[in-house]
């Protein structure tokens, strides 16, 4: 049984372009996460969603930041026109739909640096 | 609301020894608590989980933590360190929406 997958690993990006992470969550989970874990500090919240659904939205910024989690697919965080202060490691976790206080498991992550 | 403190972001002891890392949350609710592991440049690995069952918590590798409501502390204990426990370690509040509040992160050193 595979775990979160992320990809790409590492993606390097210069100010102005595009960035677009993708995680497909654990087998059965239809609940994946988005948190993003700037240099020596702990992980932030971002997004929560279900498939075709944002549940909550909360912490994501207000203007580039997008997610979604399509019927069929992995999960998308999209950032558009990348800014230095973007550069973090981005994190997806996904948890059962069985309830509240579920354990999320997370993926490797996905490092992003922008030039 | 929900938010966790990690009193020590830096914690070095001697392999061997036991093993302290303190952690204090705050919570609006009856909180599920939880204890990840990061090794560098790699995701998180749980640890162990508190959900309102047995107050003492028994994880992985020999790590247990303990829900004391009264002092708002879920410390992570381990009676001997190992060299392989060298890693950042988040604790972790959930709140009724599936959300996580993560610490700070304390940073182990496991010196030889």
């Known amino acids: 049984n595979a775990g979160v997958m992320q990809n790409p690993r590492h993606l390097v990006r210069r100010r102005g372009q595009e960035a677009r992470l993708r995680c497909s969550p654990m087998?059965?989970?239809?609940?994946v996460y988005w948190y993003r874990q700037l240099p020596e500090e702990g992980l932030k919240f971002m997004v929560y969603l279900q498939k075709e659904n944002i549940i909550d939205e909360s912490g994501m910024p207000k203007e580039r930041f997008s997610a979604e989690f399509p019927k069929e697919g992995p999960s998308i965080l999209r950032i558009q026109q990348v800014v230095r202060g973007d550069s973090a490691a981005y994190f997806c976790a996904s948890s059962p739909p069985s309830g509240i206080g579920d354990t999320q498991y997370f993926g490797p992550g996905t490092r992003l640096t922008v030039l | 609301a929900q938010s966790v403190t990690q009193l020590d972001s830096h914690v070095s002891v001697s392999e061997g020894t036991p093993v302290l890392l303190r952690c204090n949350y705050s919570s609006s609710y009856s909180p599920s608590l939880f204890w990840y592991v990061q090794h560098p440049n790699k995701g998180l690995q749980l640890l162990l989980k508190?959900?309102?069952?047995?107050?003492l918590v028994k994880g992985i590798n020999g790590f247990e933590a303990e829900f004391k409501k009264s002092e708002t502390s879920f410390h992570l204990t381990k009676p001997s360190a190992h060299m392989s426990d060298a890693a950042e370690y988040f604790c972790v509040v959930s709140d009724n929406f599936n959300k996580f509040y993560f610490g700070s992160g304390t940073k182990l050193n496991v010196k030889p």
């Open positions: 508190y959900t309102s069952a047995a107050t």
């Open positions: 087998k059965g989970h239809s609940h």
